[in-house]
């Protein structure tokens, strides 16, 4: 497994990272009126999503503890929840979802994984530097 031994903080930090005032980073850093990278993500459809709803946590066993709860709306874990507009379907496996953290804009790409303790989500928070984390599926919470 992927998990690195301050994985324990990492949900929590990541959870309050979508509630901080920091703007998002731009998408690009090219001068005022040139041109911007085209965006080839489409809308997601419902069906390829469900494989991301459900209750997750950084360690299976530890499901009665700080979890993160994700729906096609929702984005939630200990005290912080999101809204979430959207989902992009990417093309190669993973999706972005569009969310709103207490008025700030925040782009989470999510990849579907099986680790060999079962399913699992990896996490890239793109407007924190490509910070990643690693959920598993709660297996009794869903």
């Not at 998990?3 to 731009?26: D, K, R």
């Not at 499901?63 to 200990?78: A, D, M, N, P, Q």
Request: one cysteine or more; a negative charge.
């Amino acid at each position: 497994m992927r998990l690195a031994p301050f994985a324990a903080l990492a949900l929590p930090i990541l959870l309050a990272a979508c509630s901080s005032s920091t703007p998002p980073t731009p998408a690009s850093s090219a001068a005022p009126g040139a041109a911007q990278p085209m965006n080839v993500a489409a809308p997601a459809n419902d069906d390829a999503l469900k494989p991301l709803f459900g209750t997750w946590a950084l360690d299976p066993t530890q499901c009665t503890g700080t979890v993160l709860k994700i729906s096609k709306t929702r984005f939630e874990g200990g005290d912080t929840g999101c809204d979430i507009s959207g989902y992009a379907d990417n093309g190669d496996g993973t999706y972005t979802a569009s969310v709103t953290c207490s008025g700030t804009a925040e782009q989470i790409k999510m990849r579907p994984i099986f680790a060999p303790t079962g399913e699992g989500i990896d996490l890239t928070y793109l407007n924190r530097k490509n910070l990643a984390s690693e959920v598993l599926r709660c297996e009794a919470a869903n």
